[in-house]
C-alpha cells in the first residue's frame, strides 16, 4: 500500500511539472546585433592630373608689310592750259609761253566728269597756240604731252589734229582713218603709234604721249595702248621758225596759226619735260577723274 502511494505521489508531481512546463510562454531568442567594426578604409582621392601652366606661344614680331613708295606728282614745266570763261586761255606754268585763242569765239562749258572749263571748237582755223621752239633744246632728251579731249564726229578731211608740232620734223597727236595716232620725227623719218580701236565720237578721252630718248609711247586714259623702242633716235624738230608752235585742238602749219581743227571740244594741253612711267602717267589720269 504505501508502494502504489509512493508510486503516486510520484506520478503526480511529474504531472504537475509537465503541466507547468506546457503553459510556460517561450521567450524568442533575441539576435544581438553587433555594431560593425569601423573598418579604416582608404578612399583614394581621385588624382586630378598634372595642370600644365599654359606655355605661351612664341610672340612672332609683326611683319611689316612693304609699304609702296608714293607715286611721285608730275608738274608741267612750259604748258599747263586753263581755259577761261570767256573762251580765251592762260598758261599757269609761271614763266611758260602765253597761249593764244584763234579762228572765232569758243564756247565754254564745265565738264561733269573732271569739273574742269572746256572749251567748244568748231573746226578749221578754231583752235590755241603756244610757241616752244625755245623748249626744243631740253625737249630732246624727253617730253610728255597731256591732252584731255572729245570728237563730236570724225573728221571730213584725211584727219585732224589735237596737238601738233609737225612741220618737217616735230611731233604731233591726231585722229587719222578714224584712229588715235601719234607721230614724231626720230633720225629723219617718222614714227608712227597708231591705237588699234576706233575713236568713239561724243566720248572724252585722257592722251598722254611722247618719249624718253629710247623709247616712244601711247597712252590712253591711263593705259599705254602702244610703245617703240627708238635706240637712243635723235628728234628732229621744225627749223622753219613760223612752224614753231605748238597747235592745239588743231594742226600747226608754217607761215600761220594753224589749221585742220577738231570739231569737238578740248579741256587740258600740258607740256612737261622728260619722260614718264606708266604709274607716273596712271597717277596724272587718277588725279584728273577724282
Request: aromatic residues 8%; hydrophobic residues 35%; proline residues 5%.
Amino acid at each position: 500500500m504505501k508502494k502504489w502511494m509512493c508510486l503516486l505521489v510520484v506520478m503526480t508531481m511529474v504531472l504537475s511539472m509537465v503541466a507547468c512546463g506546457g503553459t510556460q510562454q517561450e521567450t524568442e531568442p533575441t539576435a544581438t546585433v553587433s555594431s560593425p567594426v569601423a573598418t579604416d578604409e582608404v578612399t583614394e582621392t581621385p588624382t586630378q592630373a598634372p595642370t600644365e601652366e599654359p606655355t605661351e606661344e612664341p610672340t612672332e614680331e609683326p611683319t611689316e608689310e612693304p609699304t609702296e613708295e608714293p607715286v611721285e606728282k608730275v608738274k608741267p614745266d612750259v604748258i599747263q592750259m586753263v581755259i577761261n570763261s570767256d573762251g580765251s586761255a592762260t598758261n599757269a606754268v609761271a614763266d611758260g609761253p602765253a597761249i593764244t585763242a584763234h579762228g572765232g569765239n569758243k564756247a565754254v562749258s564745265v565738264d561733269a566728269a573732271t569739273g574742269l572749263n572746256v572749251a567748244q571748237l568748231t573746226g578749221g582755223t578754231c583752235l590755241y597756240n603756244a610757241q616752244i621752239g625755245d623748249y626744243y633744246g631740253d625737249m630732246e632728251d624727253g617730253f610728255m604731252v597731256e591732252v584731255y579731249f572729245k570728237i563730236d564726229s570724225l573728221p571730213s578731211v584725211s584727219y585732224w589734229g589735237i596737238a601738233d608740232n609737225c612741220e618737217a620734223g616735230g611731233f604731233g597727236l591726231y585722229v587719222v582713218d578714224g584712229k588715235i595716232r601719234f607721230d614724231i620725227h626720230i633720225d629723219g623719218a617718222y614714227q608712227k603709234l597708231p591705237d588699234t580701236k576706233a575713236i568713239e565720237t561724243n566720248r572724252w578721252y585722257h592722251v598722254m604721249f611722247g618719249w624718253d630718248s629710247d623709247v616712244l609711247c601711247l597712252y590712253i586714259d591711263g593705259q599705254l595702248v602702244a610703245e617703240y623702242e627708238t635706240n637712243y633716235g635723235r628728234m628732229g624738230f621744225p627749223p622753219n621758225a613760223t612752224a614753231q608752235y605748238l597747235a592745239i585742238g588743231g594742226c600747226c602749219s608754217a607761215g600761220s596759226h594753224g589749221g585742220q581743227a577738231i570739231v569737238g571740244s578740248i579741256g587740258v594741253c600740258n607740256l612737261y619735260l622728260g619722260g614718264m612711267d606708266a604709274d607716273q602717267v596712271a597717277a596724272i589720269y587718277n588725279d584728273l577723274m577724282q
